[in-house]
């Protein structure tokens, strides 16, 4: 993204309750980022809200700022191989989870919201992630309705937003990560109605926090993550925050596949550790 697209986009103008459920927000993911092939209701008012497993949750582009379009367009044609290498298997083996990636607009303009997990976690200690989590049964249709009900049910419970404020707007092809065997989708929300959020649970979640897009796009905020392991990927040195493996592998490919990608320096290295 050009600093004239950053203006221009300024100017149209936020953990799970188990150890299971936040483990899907991240995850390293060596074959989610640039090396991946290929290139293409308001609160009191009508909402998907979280709802019963037989209620409908809408997916619609309707009344979308004109920024969010060009995400909105991807997400109807990207192919699960133009986002990463490591595809759900198809034994369907995986435990089924979602995310939601949820865009608002903030005083810097268009936002992303995410959220840190708590330094005193087994796993993942300390790294910024979506909300999101495993499906429950409550959530219905795996293969259907189940992860946006997922996304919005989980959301709630690590940031406090009211899911009657967000209109989910699409749907990302179905993701795996392999150190964890989670199959993640990604729904795309936009936080028409903003409400409150923080953290909910200090045990699960260390803070909740949006990040401008235009800072996710500035290249001096980029780098790529090297894993002790070997693996690497993208990613954000955002808000006092490192942002890396699945998440960032996500947030990425949207910046790349919307046009907003802006020339980076992709032999800066981030060193990880083994806790990681």
Partial sequence: MTHAQTH???????????????????GFAEGLGPGS???????????????????EVPVTTDGLPAWLDPVARAARS?????????????????RQSAVLVLFGEGERGPELLLMERSGTLRSHAG?????????????GDQATTGPLRAALREAEEETGLDPRGV????????????VSSFVVTPVLGWWRAPSPVGVVDPAETARVFTVPVADLTDPANRATAIHPSGHSGPAFLVESALVWGFTAGVIDRIVHYAGWERPWDRARQVPLDWRA
């Fill in 37 to 55: 092939p290929g290139s293409p209701g308001s609160p009191g008012g009508p909402g998907p809200g979280v709802g019963s497993a037989d209620a």
């Fill in 78 to 94: 990207v192919q699960p191989q133009q986002l990463s290498r490591f595809l759900p298997p198809e034994s369907g083996a995986g």
């Fill in 167 to 178: 209109q989910l707007f699409g749907v990302l092809p179905r993701l795996y990560i392999p």
């Fill in 127 to 139: 790294q910024p992630s979506f909300p999101g989590g495993a499906l429950d049964p409550e959530d």
């Fill in 8 to 26: 221009g986009m300024t100017q149209a103008h936020t953990q799970a309750h188990t150890q299971a459920h936040t483990q899907a927000g991240n």
